[in-house]
């Protein structure tokens, strides 16, 4: 009967030791760190974009292109043609007109009018527009 008494008695103990044993499989260390991935391969190095070709320079406006003409345009503001164009006054010319798409101290710029055509900073026509004041 002692022996019994013992084996029962030594079943509770052996209950947790079996569980804390199973506890402790199921807390394995964590898998390693998955292994870092592959280094990418490298990309390709893109391919050097062509050089580009140099953009064509803007055509010069010439005053005897047909547009050019017909709004009284000059190279030199002081040759304007003041009597056919009334409207030139002294001082006008086209690096203060503000089609004039450069800088006021640029010797020749686009001119939106001319579809972007060169113009001389010291051109004129008769659409001049005073640029607005800054
Ligand atoms: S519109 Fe202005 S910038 Fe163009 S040609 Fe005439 S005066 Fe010059």
Redesign the pocket.
Known sequence: MATRRKFLQFIPVAGVAVVAACSKKEEAPAAPAEAAPAPAAEAAPAAAPEAAAPAAPAEA?TETDAQ?VS?G?VLE?AKADKTKFPTYAEG??????????GAADAAT?P????GGKL?PGA???????AKPAA
């Open positions: 406006l050019a709004l345009f503001a006008q010319k086209c690096s203060g007109c503000a089609l004039y798409a710029a001119c939106g009018l001319f113009v051109g004129w026509c008769s659409a001049f527009a």
